[in-house]
């Protein structure tokens, strides 16, 4: 069960976007924003309140890729794997990152909901290829050492 | 507010006596690249150096007559020469210096020796087999390139609305507004020839033309700034370094085809040019310039901003639209086409980021004006992001029909570190792959349509000989497959069974036949599918099958890997010089394929090797290596 305050958070997001099922989207972006996931009971809430089914709710939760139901951890880090970065051997900083972090293919997000690994097609920052983004911050010019070292980083801040 | 045609006049008129009276403007860039170098603190630096000096001011009225130096700090849009980052241009009236590869410690000496004094820092101007380049358009890189849609970016603060306008910014809007009627407007666009540019090549004009003619009067005009191909970033660089362009872009087809709202749909992997975007939209509003009754008109004009959610399906129109209502992105069935049914079943003006920002500049110049640059069925420039293995990594415009030769070597430098140059990936995973043959050929929308590529929207990936293009086609077929929608069979199975087949002969199992599948899947795919990016899907296997057949080939009989990159064909061998017999390879062996007597040279059996580098991995000696 979610806290009540869930609610009124997303009653402020639904408010904000306005009760019409073209709002579905923006809505489920700020939800995604403030918790880090989407929490499917707060879908079906939304659902609701916008007058939608929660078929149709979830068909658009689901198709996009960016829309998560499991808690992400506290630093997003996307390893692009864009055509650029992949020519510039984008593939063994993303492989460091998982063996640094004990995570795979299967498994992005650690025990601790510190760190969860992704890919990204590309985050449009070619010229510095490979690169990395935490959160909202991009890194240039990545190297296994340099994610290693960036990981230890974000560690010792907590 | 501004009320009025006069009143836009006389905001222009003082925001250039603002931008007149600054003894220097200190620019530094704050694109993405730039950013994630760290531009966001030199300009902080900048602020706080500009602000701690004695007789020099930051903000200042106009018509300030005060006995000190009114120095401007910037942040302007990408300055082109990514790699070089962070970028800072020290602007003195009409003399304007670039430096490159700026740190924090750096900022001092800018400030106490350029903007206070005359003198250049040497050591931070870019240099080239010992020649110093100490203006922006002198360095090749700038030199040969033509900028229309990317004019400002560099020029201006990207976040201010007075400077865009004192850069003549609005001024074409005002032309059509006042001096054309909507039809006048609509024909310039259409004889100026400006073709979609985000991949598909649509006459602009056209379009406009046919969303005006429409019965239904309630129409939209759409942007779409979903630029997903990977290795591309020009729409993105314009959204986030002259968000305002792109808007009067879309306000002058606003006019045009009777529209009162606009949408401008961003990428998810772009929080910069939302953010940009937003400040432009929220100064506008506020200035009035966005709204109804448009400089007391009855023109009116919002504009929303819609964020994408992750889906590179999305950039298809119709998938677009339906994202933007809040569907599930996923194209449908054409006709009745957006221009007629879009947006909400209404007629839409779908257009992309770089379309829109030419067309200010036609309105103000002209359609003949336009047509005198690019060639005679594409007229007017072309944005690329140049990247890959290649010297100058950054963001071009030059005009279309310029040579691959052009664009690589003289604006480019050339392959990194005198690599070999192989092939040049263009449009993405609806693109394909140009080789040597193909240097000199103009591109344009037309030409390299022949050589099953595209010019898509503009990312140009250069490869070199470490590049294997049997796993370059892996790779975009692993992308379209993942971001297939499903919605039809061709696409949905077809770009999955391509995959498992290129998976196999990456791996080291393909078979000759794999080569005919993979043809008739593509050609089925390329026929069948439902939309452009599915009919694209096969583009990146069927160029690499017609130029670099010799490659597959040798996969599949010799597993050889010439550049070296598939893991399945490399074969590891130790060597007897290094190999001190320890048998610490054969102990960490996990398939038992190392053997050997103690004291003397182990062998790897290459039949029951994995490749796993298990051995090279530990080896003191550094005895075991990769064959060549």
């Known amino acids: 069960m979610l806290d009540q305050s869930y609610y009124r958070k997303t009653d402020e997001i639904i408010e904000h976007y306005g009760r019409k099922a073209g709002s579905l989207i923006p809505i489920m972006q700020d939800i995604q924003a403030e918790y880090r996931y989407l929490p499917g009971e707060l879908l079906t809430y939304v659902a609701k309140e916008i007058g939608i089914t929660e078929a149709k709710a979830y068909s658009v939760a689901t198709f996009y890729e960016n829309f998560s139901f499991e808690a992400k951890g506290k630093y997003v880090i996307k390893v692009c794997d864009g055509t650029a970065c992949h020519v510039r051997k984008s593939m063994p900083v993303l492989e460091a990152l998982w063996k640094e972090l004990g995570l795979s293919k299967k498994k992005h997000t650690t025990d601790d909901m510190m760190f969860t690994v992704e890919t990204v097609s590309c985050l449009g920052a070619c010229g510095l290829a490979p690169t990395m983004m935490v959160n909202e911050d991009v890194h240039p010019s990545m190297t296994p050492e340099k994610a290693l070292a960036l990981i230890e980083e974000l560690r010792g801040k907590g | ?628």
């Not at chain 2, 006019?255 to 009162?260: C, G, K, P």
């Not at chain 2, 092939?423 to 792959?433: E, L, R």
């Open chain 2, 1 to 628: 507010m501004i009320k009025n045609k006069d009143e836009l006049l006389q905001v222009r008129k003082e925001a250039q006596e603002q931008v007149a009276a600054y003894d220097c403007r200190i620019l530094v860039c704050s694109g993405t690249g730039c950013i994630a170098t760290g531009s966001a603190k030199i300009y902080d630096e900048f602020v706080k150096l500009t602000k701690d000096t004695p007789g020099v001011v930051l903000d200042f009225a106009p018509h300030d007559e005060g006995e000190h130096e009114h120095v401007g700090v910037k942040k302007t849009g990408c300055q082109g020469f990514c790699e070089l980052g962070p970028l800072v241009r020290i602007q003195k009236g009409d003399e304007v210096i670039q430096y490159v590869k700026v740190q924090i410690a750096d900022c001092q000496e800018i400030f106490e020796s350029t903007v206070l004094k005359n003198e250049v820092v040497d050591r931070l101007l870019y240099s080239k087999k010992d020649v110093h380049y100490k203006h922006p358009e002198d360095i090749p890189f700038m030199a040969k390139q033509t900028r229309i849609v990317l004019e400002n970016c560099g020029r201006v603060d990207a976040e201010s609305l007075d400077e865009y306008i004192a850069a003549g910014g609005f001024e074409a809007l005002t032309k059509a507004m006042f001096d054309m009627t909507r039809a006048d407007v609509i024909d310039e666009v259409d004889r100026s020839g400006l073709r979609g540019r985000g991949g598909g090549g649509f006459p602009c004009g056209r379009k406009w033309k046919q969303v005006a003619r429409q019965p239904e009067k309630v129409r939209y005009v759409v942007c779409n700034g979903d630029e997903g191909d990977p290795g591309a970033f020009m729409d993105g660089s314009v959204m986030e370094g002259d968000p305002f362009k792109l808007i009067e872009g879309m306000m002058i087809a606003g006019y045009a085809v009777e529209s009162t709202d606009g949408y401008i749909y961003v990428r998810a992997e772009y929080p910069m040019s939302v953010a940009r975007l937003r400040h432009a939209i929220a100064q506008l509003e506020e200035r009035g310039l966005l709204g109804d009754n448009i400089l007391g008109t009855d023109f009116c004009f919002h504009l929303h901003i819609n964020r994408g959610a992750g889906a590179f399906v999305c950039g298809e129109g119709s998938a677009l639209t339906a994202s933007i209502e809040g569907n599930r992105g996923m194209p449908r069935v054409k006709p009745p086409r957006t221009v007629e049914k879009g947006l909400w079943e209404k007629p839409t003006v779908l257009n992309n980021v770089e379309t829109y920002a030419n067309v200010p500049k036609i309105i103000l110049q002209g359609a003949d004006w336009y047509r005198t640059i690019g060639t005679e069925g594409s007229p007017g420039t072309k944005t690329f992001s140049l990247t890959g293995s290649i010297e100058n990594t950054g963001l071009i415009e030059v005009p279309m029909g310029s040579t691959l030769r052009e664009i690589i070597f003289d604006i480019g430098g050339g392959l990194k570190d005198g690599a070999e140059f192989k092939a040049v990936q263009i449009g993405g995973p609806s693109g394909g792959c140009l080789t040597e043959k193909h240097l000199d050929e103009p591109l344009d929308f037309d030409s390299v349509k022949k050589f099953n590529a595209i010019v898509g929207s503009g990312g140009m990936v250069v490869m070199d000989t470490n590049t294997c293009m049997v796993e370059v086609a892996r790779f975009f077929m692993s992308f379209t497959q993942r971001e297939s929608c499903g919605k039809c069979v061709p696409c949905r199975e077809g770009t999955k069974r391509m995959l498992e087949i290129l998976e196999k002969i990456v791996a080291g199992k393909g078979e000759l036949e794999d080569l005919d599948r993979l043809e008739e899947l593509a050609n089925m795919i390329r026929t069948m599918a439902l939309c452009g990016l599915g009919k694209s899907a096969p583009l990146p296997v069927i160029s690499t099958l017609n130029t670099f057949r010799d490659e597959y080939v040798e996969h599949i009989v010799d597993h050889k890997c010439r550049a070296k990159v598939c893991k399945a064909m490399r074969r590891f061998v130790i060597n007897p010089e290094y190999c001190k017999g320890c048998g610490k390879c054969a102990k960490n062996c996990p398939v038992g394929a190392i053997t050997g007597v103690r004291k003397e040279c182990y062998h790897i059996d290459p039949k029951l090797c994995i490749k796993c580098e298990a051995c090279k991995d530990n080896c003191a000696f550094d005895a075991v290596y990769i064959e060549e």
